[in-house]
């Protein structure tokens, strides 16, 4: 299948040069060029099948033509190692809990798989060494670290800002050694992500050494997030709930919501989408005003959707044909304040002993607040309470324990290098690798 950019300025590229480049030489984001629609059996029989199962037939629809069956089962069967439960919360709403991978959060799916399609490219190839730059403002950077841990043929650069993510987050990409080198950026992560981009485009790094990023700009980050949308449908058929579905997702730089969108596309039965913010609420003004005006980002208890300005914004514009009208039919949005988190994590675990984290409390709220009495609604829970432990505490007024995996991370020695958010100095560090 070939790739095209939402600029449309660049050639087509093949799904090996989307994934090893990342960012299209306009600057533009790589779409495919073609959306399958599965077929009817399958949706008839997705209730009966399992998440592995589920994941390959979508995972086959985008990277069939690619990878050959064998090499492609493997790496979603080797992705998918974990379970991702349906958990009923209270009345009509469900939490798919997508934080039981190995750093709990939700960007362990995509994150494991980006680094088995690379390695699968990279041997194939027999490719020089690639280096994966990736900005975080909380889960991304861990999910990824620990997804291309020791894989052979590939370095991470792991950008973050100073401050603004939480120490146990923290831990999990600093104390890993290895291939990953943690930068600690004197910045905002807009800042970080920044560095990213404008390292994709110039001209010194990229003849210096091969250059991918694996946040979600990257189509082999994002797209496998579909798998799980799938499969919270199908365990709601399961239990006989097939009509008027709403999925709402906390959302930061929509790479989440965007592969739910496509599910959508690939005739996956939600009939809305909510996109959930917190205090960055530009998704929630263009929805509001048909203007998307990007700003700098506030910082929030639920940090990992600090952003102020939404990389996959441009997929969704163009996947609806860049129609205000369009994009408002399916998806509807909503914006909370710390003050406002904080009361429905409290009043969630007090009323139904379900615990939630920052980001997840953003879309449990969105549901008890816009969910109609005939709609079942789905939201995602992004990643285990013990990661915003200190926060959560002062709010539920109770211990959080830290799950043994947590822990294990917490023992190590922190490793990072110090970067100013100026261009010339992240550049200069990388010519010296």
């Given at each position: 299948?070939?790739?095209?950019?939402?600029?449309?300025?660049?050639?087509?590229?093949?799904?090996q040069?989307?994934?090893?480049?990342?960012l299209?030489?306009?600057?533009?984001?790589?779409?495919?060029e073609?959306?399958?629609?599965?077929p009817d059996?399958?949706?008839?029989?997705?209730?009966?099948?399992?998440?592995?199962?589920?994941?390959?037939?979508?995972?086959?629809?985008?990277?069939?033509?690619?990878?050959?069956?064998?090499?492609?089962?493997?790496?979603?069967?080797?992705?998918?190692?974990?379970?991702?439960?349906?958990?009923?919360?209270?009345?009509?709403?469900?939490?798919?809990?997508?934080y039981?991978g190995?750093?709990?959060?939700?960007?362990?799916?995509g994150?494991?798989?980006?680094?088995?399609?690379?390695?699968?490219f990279?041997?194939?190839?027999?490719?020089?060494?690639v280096?994966?730059?990736?900005?975080?403002?909380?889960?991304?950077?861990?999910?990824?670290?620990?997804?291309?841990?020791?894989?052979?043929g590939?370095?991470?650069?792991?950008?973050?800002?100073?401050?603004?993510?939480s120490?146990?987050?923290?831990?999990?990409?600093?104390t890993?050694?290895?291939?990953?080198?943690?930068?600690?950026?004197?910045?905002?992560?807009?800042?970080?992500?920044?560095l990213?981009?404008s390292?994709f485009?110039?001209?010194?790094?990229?003849?210096?050494?091969?250059?991918?990023?694996?946040?979600?700009?990257?189509?082999?980050?994002?797209?496998?997030?579909?798998?799980?949308?799938?499969?919270?449908?199908?365990?709601?058929?399961?239990?006989?709930?097939?009509?008027?579905?709403?999925?709402?997702?906390p959302?930061?730089?929509?790479?989440?919501?965007?592969?739910?969108?496509?599910?959508?596309?690939?005739?996956?039965?939600?009939?809305?989408?909510?996109?959930?913010?917190?205090?960055?609420?530009?998704?929630f003004?263009?929805?509001q005003?048909?203007?998307?005006?990007?700003?700098?980002?506030?910082?929030?208890?639920a940090?990992?959707?600090?952003?102020?300005?939404?990389?996959?914004?441009?997929?969704?514009?163009?996947l609806?044909?860049?129609?205000?009208?369009?994009?408002?039919?399916?998806?509807?949005g909503?914006?909370?304040?710390?003050?406002?988190?904080?009361?429905?994590?409290?009043?969630?675990?007090?009323?139904?002993?379900?615990?939630?984290?920052?980001?997840?409390?953003?879309?449990?709220?969105a549901?008890t607040?816009?969910?109609?009495?005939?709609?079942?609604?789905?939201?995602?829970?992004?990643?285990?309470?013990?990661?915003?432990?200190?926060?959560?505490?002062?709010?539920i007024?109770?211990?959080?324990?830290?799950p043994?995996?947590?822990?294990?991370?917490?023992?190590?020695?922190?490793?990072?290098?110090?970067?100013?958010?100026?261009?010339?100095?992240?550049?200069?560090?990388?010519?010296?690798?």
């Amino acid at each position: 299948m070939k790739y095209y950019s939402t600029n449309k300025k660049a050639d087509k590229a093949t799904l090996q040069q989307a994934v090893v480049k990342g960012l299209a030489a306009d600057k533009g984001l790589f779409m495919p060029e073609v959306i399958k629609h599965l077929p009817d059996s399958f949706f008839e029989n997705m209730k009966d099948m399992s998440l592995q199962e589920i994941a390959y037939v979508v995972a086959d629809a985008f990277f069939g033509e690619d990878v050959d069956a064998e090499s492609l089962k493997k790496i979603v069967y080797d992705t998918l190692s974990f379970d991702i439960p349906l958990t009923h919360v209270n009345d009509n709403i469900y939490s798919l809990e997508l934080y039981h991978g190995p750093t709990l959060a939700f960007k362990d799916v995509g994150a494991r798989f980006m680094s088995r399609l690379l390695g699968y490219f990279i041997a194939k190839e027999g490719q020089k060494e690639v280096n994966v730059l990736v900005a975080t403002s909380g889960d991304t950077g861990s999910a990824v670290a620990n997804g291309f841990l020791g894989v052979e043929g590939i370095r991470v650069f792991v950008l973050y800002p100073k401050g603004k993510v939480s120490p146990i987050q923290e831990c999990q990409f600093t104390t890993l050694g290895k291939n990953i080198t943690a930068l600690e950026v004197d910045g905002v992560f807009d800042d970080c992500q920044a560095l990213v981009k404008s390292a994709f485009m110039d001209a010194d790094l990229n003849a210096h050494m091969k250059l991918t990023s694996a946040n979600s700009i990257n189509v082999a980050r994002f797209l496998p997030q579909a798998f799980y949308y799938f499969y919270a449908v199908a365990q709601l058929h399961k239990m006989g709930k097939k009509d008027n579905i709403v999925i709402c997702v906390p959302s930061g730089n929509f790479g989440n919501i965007t592969a739910g969108l496509f599910g959508k596309r690939m005739g996956l039965p939600v009939s809305r989408f909510i996109a959930a913010n917190n205090r960055n609420d530009i998704f929630f003004k263009y929805l509001q005003t048909g203007k998307y005006e990007p700003k700098p980002s506030v910082q929030t208890i639920a940090n990992a959707m600090d952003v102020g300005d939404p990389s996959n914004f441009a997929r969704i514009y163009d996947l609806y044909g860049e129609s205000h009208a369009e994009i408002s039919k399916e998806i509807s949005g909503c914006t909370y304040t710390d003050e406002q988190i904080a009361e429905t994590l409290a009043d969630c675990y007090k009323k139904t002993g379900y615990l939630l984290d920052p980001h997840g409390a953003v879309g449990y709220r969105a549901l008890t607040e816009m969910l109609k009495p005939n709609e079942v609604g789905v939201f995602l829970e992004t990643a285990h309470p013990a990661k915003f432990k200190d926060t959560v505490e002062k709010i539920i007024k109770d211990e959080v324990k830290i799950p043994a995996k947590l822990q294990e991370f917490m023992k190590g020695k922190k490793q990072s290098v110090a970067m100013t958010k100026n261009f010339d100095d992240f550049k200069k560090f990388l010519l010296s690798k």
